[in-house]
């Protein structure tokens, strides 16, 4: 696994598409998890302009633990299309200069070169949800007001839960890579599923009532492992915990994309 791994670092970090889209999503998240304040801050500002110093937007509890959890993986997985893309060029690039080919004749076999891509994928999820612990435990003791060691960890099960959610995309990622061979198609392939079929397939899901049809929408089922938390700063009823049907959907999603990824490489002729 480590060997693959390498060898897949290698291949992919001299890409300069890959190395932006990456360090773009980095920089997403972290001003994710250190701007917030300082825009809370600035937004109270605003209102002392408008004669409004009764609004306080800074006491909104986002960096509180054990929330922070929640609200910060809750926000970062929808940049998780960032690395959707340095994956799909990673996979695409492979067929469009036929490197696949060159990798089995070095003596690579077609499981080995998939499964490369997979464990990338997994490092990136695995990366991904380490920085967010890490800014988020920096946030966390700057802004917290009540700091304990059963505090900080109490609702880290959210973490777990945002290492399944982006593995589980990033799976679908390579997917596509994989049936479309071409970045640009297979990327606007990407988008246009999200935006489009699967939020016209939700929309037709809620007006008649059919609440099935959104179980089918893996991209839906993946974005709702962790559920929206700030609602309830306005007192409103939020699902704070990770529900065990939804785990399992996501996970069998997961193992689906998985078995669908390594059979298309390992069956179709090179």
């Known amino acids: 696994m480590i060997r693959l791994l390498k060898i897949e670092l290698k291949k992919v970090w001299p890409s ?3 190395r932006l889209l990456s ?12 701007g917030v304040m300082p825009f809370l801050r600035w937004m109270k500002s605003k209102f002392e302009d408008f004669d409004l110093d009764g609004i306080d937007p800074t006491i909104i509890p986002f960096y509180e633990f054990p929330d922070i959890w929640q609200n910060l993986t809750s926000v970062a997985i929808w940049f998780k299309l960032l690395l959707g893309f340095s994956l799909v060029f990673s996979i695409t690039n ?4 036929r490197t696949i080919r060159q990798n089995v004749i070095d003596g690579l076999s077609k499981h080995e070169f998939i499964l490369s891509k997979i ?3 997994g490092f990136l999820a695995a990366a991904s949800t380490v920085t967010l612990f890490v800014l988020g ?11 304990s060691f059963m505090l900080i960890f109490e609702d880290s099960f959210f973490l777990l839960a945002f290492f399944i959610q ?7 990622t390579l997917l596509i890579g994989v049936l479309i061979k071409k970045s640009i198609i297979a990327m606007g392939l990407l988008v246009f599923w999200i935006l489009a079929v699967e939020n016209g397939f939700y929309i037709y899901s809620q007006v008649k009532k059919i609440e099935w049809i959104e179980y089918l929408l893996p991209i839906k089922s993946i974005n709702a492992l962790i559920h929206n938390p700030f609602p309830k700063y306005v007192f409103m009823e939020i699902q704070d ?4 049907p939804e785990l399992l959907l996501v ?10 990824t390594i059979r298309l490489v390992v069956k179709r002729d090179l």
């Not at 435990?137 to 700091?147: A, D, H, P, R, V």
């Open 16 to 18: 300069r598409a890959f």
């Open 119 to 121: 464990i990338m994928a």
């Open 251 to 260: 996970l069998g999603y997961g193992g689906l994309f998985y078995w669908a």
């Open 137 to 147: 435990l920096i946030t966390g003791l700057m802004y917290s007001t009540e700091i």
């Open 241 to 244: 915990w990770v529900a065990l």
């Open 166 to 172: 982006l593995f589980s995309f990033l799976l679908f």
């Open 94 to 97: 492979e067929f469009s200069y």
């Open 23 to 34: 360090i773009m999503y980095m920089v997403a998240m972290v001003i994710i998890a250190m």
